[in-house]
């Protein structure tokens, strides 16, 4: 009998331990899953901000299709401004900071290739860093999910000897800023980006 009691005081035990040791783990903080970036609605001052890059951007696209080196310098100073003052600091929701340090790098991509298109002589090289600045704003755009106008992103498999390059464009007509009149409308429409809720 005493051997029976012995077994029931000891299952006893180890059930309250159980459940003592089960509560404690309860109490514990529990570690919380990574949360996906996100963003919430951007702000209308990062909204204006990127419009105006954009303004600036297409500036310099319609300077290339005309083949005026001037205008594209012009435009590209504008550029380089705007893309310098993109209020990459009013992005809203960003739940890791991520997205805040890569609009700003792919800013600062834009505005240093936008200095550089300036500084080149010859409408070749101009258009080779608008190949970049158009990289670069793509992914942006992308990045930030833009909620503004619909843009295009479009592509001339004939640029930089059959290598192929993109750009950006406010509608869906080609106007080849690799080729300007020479090859006005060679080019396709590949994808556009729309986020407006």
Same mark, same amino acid.
């Given at each position: 009998?005493?051997?029976?009691?012995?077994?029931?005081?000891?299952?006893?035990?180890?059930?309250?331990?159980?459940?003592?040791?089960?509560?404690?783990?309860?109490?514990?903080?529990?570690?919380?899953?990574?949360?996906?970036?996100?963003?919430?609605?951007?702000?209308?001052?990062?909204?204006?901000?990127?419009?105006?890059?954009?303004?600036?951007?297409?500036?310099?696209?319609?300077?290339?299709?005309?083949?005026?080196?001037?205008?594209?310098?012009?435009?590209?100073?504008?550029?380089?401004?705007?893309?310098?003052? #993109?209020?990459?600091?009013?992005?809203?929701?960003?739940?890791?900071?991520?997205?805040?340090?890569?609009?700003?790098?792919?800013?600062?991509?834009?505005?240093?290739?936008?200095?550089? #298109?300036?500084?080149?002589?010859?409408?070749?090289?101009?258009?080779?860093?608008?190949?970049?600045?158009?990289?670069?704003?793509?992914?942006?755009?992308?990045?930030?999910?833009?909620?503004?106008?619909?843009?295009?992103?479009?592509?001339?498999?004939?640029?930089?000897?059959?290598?192929?390059?993109?750009?950006?464009?406010?509608?869906?007509?080609?106007?080849?800023?690799?080729?300007?009149?020479?090859?006005?409308?060679?080019?396709?429409?590949?994808?556009?980006?729309?986020?407006?809720?």
């Amino acid at each position: 009998m005493k051997k029976v009691v012995l077994i029931v005081v000891v299952l006893v035990i180890a059930a309250f331990a159980t459940y003592l040791f089960r509560q404690n783990k309860s109490d514990e903080p529990k570690a919380e899953k990574p949360k996906p970036l996100s963003l919430g609605q951007k702000s209308g001052a990062f909204n204006d901000s990127f419009n105006e890059l954009l303004t600036a951007y297409f500036s310099v696209k319609d300077a290339l299709v005309e083949s005026d080196t001037v205008k594209a310098n012009a435009a590209a100073v504008n550029l380089a401004i705007a893309s310098e003052s #993109l209020k990459t600091d009013e992005i809203t929701g960003d739940s890791t900071g991520m997205i805040k340090a890569t609009a700003k790098n792919f800013a600062g991509t834009i505005t240093g290739s936008a200095l550089g #298109l300036k500084g080149e002589k010859n409408i070749e090289n101009k258009r080779q860093e608008f190949e970049m600045i158009s990289d670069a704003l793509w992914s942006l755009t992308r990045t930030v999910k833009y909620e503004g106008q619909k843009v295009y992103y479009q592509f001339c498999p004939m640029a930089f000897d059959n290598k192929g390059a993109y750009w950006l464009s406010k509608d869906a007509n080609i106007r080849n800023p690799y080729f300007g009149d020479k090859m006005l409308t060679c080019g396709s429409t590949q994808d556009s980006l729309e986020y407006k809720n």
